[in-house]
């Protein structure tokens, strides 16, 4: 006898539920650049560039102070600016309406229901991102209700969510109809953009550092190229790297491939493939290693796809491939013997 076929795994109780408003990010990104630029210009006035002996390590405490002052202060920066939206600025227009309760929570085959929000299918349910060091509290990233944050045992509910995401679209032949599949969107452009500027401005702070190393003492000039370049580099570098890692969640959309034509369920692509060039690359630099779909239509806005290797991802691939959209990967290289 067969053993029965497994069920497939649910999760329904009561939790509590919170909409995240994501709209303010950057405001508050802002603020901090604001702040960590003044930290920065402060460490430049306090060093002095001709001290010697004892002065040096003086120094170095100093730095050492104002590093520590900027990790604190970063976060009553980030409170500070909370505090200024909630209570002395106007609401954005089109902002989702804040939800806040205990409410029964379903999760399962036919999808993922909120009480209080509504339905919605799996194919608009984009991600989920867990918390650092928190068992209790997961975010699930959807296209209708945005951001989530659930205040339930993650161990329990992460699981059954991330069962649905991995299975991908519909299970039905590439050929015989709709493919849906999950993928974060991102600007080759402006990642590839960024990395080089963190090339220039590394450069550049090298080149000062030279520059003054007659003034410096060879001890300061050896600290400054060893520790302030690659600090240079690195502080420009997070800003792309983040959008592959910290902020990735956010950028995830669900697309549909119909026949030759890929579009977005949030309607912002729709992308006849035939008139459009498509490529499978692959990304590789210091601290950054992934591969992507790059498609650019005659017309319209371009497309750059990170993909991650999931299951709804490989099954995309496979379509383009088997729809004759993109080349097959070149076969391994012969092994004689």
């Not at 990395?195 to 590394?202: D, N, P, Q, S």
């Not at 520790?227 to 420009?236: H, M, N, S």
């Not at 995830?252 to 491939?257: K, P, Q």
């Not at 497309?303 to 299951?311: N, R």
Request: neutral net charge; hydrophobic residues 50%.
């Amino acid at each position: 006898m067969h053993p029965p076929p497994q069920a497939s795994p649910v999760f329904s109780r009561q939790v509590h539920v919170t909409r995240i408003d994501g709209t303010r990010i950057w405001p508050t990104l802002v603020a901090c650049a604001l702040y960590s630029a003044l930290i920065f210009a402060v460490m430049v006035q306090v060093v002095d560039m001709e001290a010697t002996g004892w002065r040096i390590a003086l120094d170095m405490l100093v730095w050492l102070g104002l590093f520590a002052v900027w990790m604190v202060g970063l976060v009553f920066v980030v409170a500070g600016w909370a505090w200024v939206e909630t209570r002395w600025l106007r609401p954005a227009k089109g902002r989702p309406k804040p939800f806040d309760a205990s409410t029964q929570v379903d999760v399962g085959e036919d999808g993922f229901a909120v009480q209080g929000l509504g339905h919605i299918d799996w194919i608009d349910v984009l991600t989920i991102e867990g918390i650092p060091d928190s068992d209790s509290y997961l975010i699930v990233h959807t296209r209708p209700f945005g951001k989530l944050m659930l205040t339930a045992p993650v161990d329990e509910l992460a699981p059954v969510v991330a069962h649905y995401l991995s299975r991908g679209g519909p299970a039905r032949p590439a050929h015989a109809g709709t493919l849906q599949s999950r993928a974060m969107v991102f600007c080759w452009r402006c990642f590839r953009t960024w990395i080089w500027a963190g090339y220039a401005l590394a450069g550049a702070a090298g080149i000062a550092v030279l520059g003054h190393a007659s003034d410096a003492g060879f001890v300061k000039t050896v600290v400054a190229l060893c520790v302030l370049v690659p600090l240079v580099a690195w502080l420009v570098w997070a800003i792309p790297l983040a959008q592959l890692s910290t902020f990735s969640p956010s950028r995830v959309r669900a697309f549909e491939l119909d026949g030759t034509l890929l579009r977005s369920t949030d309607g912002q692509w729709h992308i006849d493939l035939l008139r459009a060039r498509v490529s499978h690359r692959r990304a590789n630099g210091i601290g950054y290693a992934f591969s992507f779909l790059a498609i650019r239509p005659e017309s319209g806005k371009k497309l750059d796809l990170a993909l991650e290797g999931g299951a709804d991802q490989s099954a995309l691939l496979h379509a383009l491939i088997d729809r004759g959209l993109l080349p097959p990967p070149p076969p391994p290289p012969y092994a004689e013997g």
